[in-house]
């Protein structure tokens, strides 16, 4: 096992440093400009869409799955394609609208974003009876995760899955109350979990270190802060803000920690575009990562759009990621690069690896580079 994943690590290096690497390709001006036509992302949302909808991997109620059909929709939004209308309806009928088994673990409500946006399209109630049935249990039931871990959201890729789901449903229904449990908890897992030097979420409690300097740390001593756990954090905020209403009081906090958040990221961005596993060891992981980096690139395009990223700033760092993210994307449409499933960096993943998160984030990522134009 050790054998083959330091053969693994040392053949990615290789293909980095042979320009074989998804990150490594050099590309003319004009070349990369044909990246951002609006024809071409959508031809490439639709390949990408198609791609993973053929190729499932886990039940659908699943966290994967939160973050694939979360991608999915915006692919649906962008392209208007009916054939990715149809499998969304399609999944909601297979699922009976229902979340996973688990009331109170923002992993097994995460699909239920998907649920409630189909609904905005379709205006339904079977669509979100389940959902809200389940976060009025999580308001008024505490459950193990918060008994267990003090706190409900005690890992910071929980800022993706649930923190959209409550935020929707009070804002569909009007109820102020999922707004509030919101900003109760989201507090919560940021008052433990981020780091005020570094602007970033350490992945859970066992990330952070003591006074004495004592704890996890990356092989050039760094502290440990997971790429795609902050590309969790830095989607689902793009998912809050864009459901709160201008002038909500707890609206500033959100938009005060996406724009710290995005400057920290930006100057952690790999010269060929991607972000690395560990953020601040990027030279012990030779390969870029498509996950984390897909999500950063959907923020700080969204983020661009919405003017509250500067331009002349962000839009550099956001072509080169768009650029870096298809790469990625083998011909048939399977995004590669993707770390697996797991709860810290890790170096085993080629541009064979892929995970329905992965396409997920490049589906968004590209949502939001189209507006760009």
């Known amino acids: 096992m050790l054998r083959s994943f330091r053969t693994t690590w040392l053949l990615g290096g290789l293909l980095l440093a042979a320009g074989l690497a998804p990150a490594a390709h050099a590309q003319s001006a004009p070349a990369e400009a044909a990246y951002f036509k609006p024809k071409f992302i959508k031809s490439q949302l639709l390949k990408a869409t198609r791609w993973q909808l053929a190729h499932p991997r886990h039940k659908l109620t699943d966290w994967t799955n939160g973050a694939f059909y979360a991608g999915v929709f915006a692919a649906y939004q962008t392209t208007k394609s009916k054939l990715i209308l149809d499998s969304l309806l399609a999944m909601g009928e297979r699922t009976h609208w229902q979340p996973d088994r688990r009331y109170d673990h923002a992993d097994d409500i995460a699909i239920c974003q998907t649920y409630l946006n189909l609904y905005r399209l379709k205006k339904d109630r ?182 509250v990223l500067d331009k002349a700033t962000y839009l550099a760092p956001v072509q080169k990621a768009w650029v870096a993210l298809t790469k990625c994307v083998s011909d048939e449409g399977r995004v590669g690069w993707v770390q697996p499933i797991g709860a810290d960096p890790r170096r085993d993943f080629s541009a064979e690896s892929w995970e329905v998160y992965g396409t997920g984030a490049y589906l968004l990522a590209g949502s939001e580079v189209i507006k760009l134009n």
């Open 126 to 307: 079977r669509m979100i009876e389940p959902t809200l049935a389940v976060v009025e249990k999580f308001r008024t039931e505490p459950g193990p995760e918060a008994r267990h871990n003090g706190i409900a959201w005690w890992w910071c890729d929980a800022l993706f899955m649930g923190p959209p789901v409550l935020v929707k449903v009070g804002v569909i229904e009007k109820q102020p109350k999922y707004l509030a449990l919101n900003d109760t908890l989201y507090q919560q897992t940021y008052k433990r979990l981020f780091n005020h030097q570094q602007h970033l979420f350490s992945r859970d409690a066992s990330y952070l270190w003591n006074a004495q300097g004592e704890g996890k740390k990356e092989s050039n001593g760094q502290p440990i802060f997971w790429s795609r756990g902050n590309g969790w954090v830095m989607g689902g905020l793009v998912q809050i803000l864009q459901e709160l209403p201008a002038d909500h009081p707890t609206r500033p906090f959100y938009l005060g920690l996406f724009k710290e958040m995005s400057a920290r990221l930006v100057q952690l961005q790999q010269p060929d575009g991607l972000w690395r596993s560990s953020l601040l060891d990027p030279a012990a992981y030779p390969g870029g990562e498509a996950s984390g980096s897909g999500f950063d690139c959907y923020a700080l395009a969204w983020g661009i759009n919405q003017g």
